[in-house]
C-alpha cells in the first residue's frame, strides 16, 4: 500500500491521507476481511508512531480479530507482527520477540518480507541482543496456534 510506504518514509501526514483513502474504498466494495485486516494493522502501526497508543491498540486489537476472521495465516501473522509493535512501545521487548516467533509459526514461514516485521525486529534485537532475541523468538515460535 502506498501508505506504507509513505509511512516507512516517515511521512505520516502522506500516510493517513493514504490510509483515509484506501478506507474510502474498501468501505464501498464487499467486505473482504484479508484487506481489512491488513489496512487496519497499517492504521495501527501508524497511530502507534504517531503516539496514540490507545488508538493503535484498539487498531492492532481489531486488526487481529478481522485476520483470524479470514483465516490468511500470513495476514494472521501480519497482525500478530502489529502487536509486536505495540509491545516495544510499551517497553516489553521480550513479549514482542515472542509475539514476533508466533507471527512466523502462525504464517509457516521465519523471513516476513514486510517493512512492519523488519523494523520491529530489528528495534526489538537492539535491545534484547541478538541470543536473546533469538530465544525469546524461539519460545514464540513454539507456542500453539491458539496460544499466539
Not at 54 to 80: E, F, I, M, N, Q
Not at 101 to 122: K, L, N, Q, T, Y
Amino acid at each position: 500500500m502506498r501508505g506504507d510506504f509513505a509511512r516507512a518514509d516517515g511521512d505520516l501526514e502522506t500516510a493517513r491521507r493514504r490510509y483515509d483513502e484506501a478506507v474510502r474504498l474498501l468501505r464501498s466494495t464487499p467486505a473482504i476481511p484479508q484487506l481489512e485486516a491488513t489496512l487496519t494493522t497499517s492504521l495501527g502501526m501508524l497511530a502507534g508512531q504517531e503516539g496514540d497508543a490507545a488508538a493503535a491498540r484498539a487498531l492492532h486489537d481489531r486488526a487481529l480479530a478481522l485476520a483470524v476472521k479470514s483465516g490468511d495465516a500470513p495476514v494472521v501473522g501480519h497482525a500478530l507482527a502489529g502487536h509486536a509493535a505495540l509491545a516495544v512501545h510499551e517497553g516489553d521487548h521480550a513479549r514482542a520477540a515472542v509475539i514476533l516467533g508466533g507471527a512466523e509459526a502462525v504464517r509457516g514461514f521465519v523471513h516476513d518480507p514486510s517493512v512492519d516485521h523488519r523494523r520491529v525486529a530489528d528495534a526489538v534485537r537492539a535491545v534484547l541482543g541478538s541470543v536473546e532475541f533469538s530465544r525469546c523468538r524461539e519460545r514464540g515460535r513454539a507456542l500453539r496456534r491458539d496460544d499466539t
